[in-house]
């Protein structure tokens, strides 16, 4: 969203089953980072501020949580440019 920030870790929010969309996207152990797979919690969620995105809020939440110095960075941006409403 901010192209500023590629984490560790790949996380994809998905409205059908976890398991069954591992599957049919083949996914498979990676020792360079994970793949975490979140069910989108309503349909707000999917209103991103870019075309495949999830919402600003849920990507700053998942951004803050992770307390990695350069993502708390890429947060910060994510909130100063799509939460200001929020501050």
Not at 26 to 31: E, F, M, N, V, W
Not at 75 to 87: G, I, N, P, Q, T
């Amino acid at each position: 969203m901010v192209e500023h920030y590629r984490g560790y870790g790949t996380v994809a929010h998905i409205r059908g089953g976890l398991r069954a969309f591992a599957h049919e996207v083949r996914a498979l152990k990676d020792p360079s980072g994970e793949l975490t797979l979140l069910k989108v919690p309503c349909g707000l969620a999917t209103e991103g501020a870019a075309e495949g995105t999830i919402h600003p809020l849920l990507v700053y939440a998942e951004m803050v949580q992770t307390r990695d110095e350069r993502a708390l960075e890429a947060a910060a941006m994510v909130r100063k440019r799509f939460l200001s409403e929020f501050a």
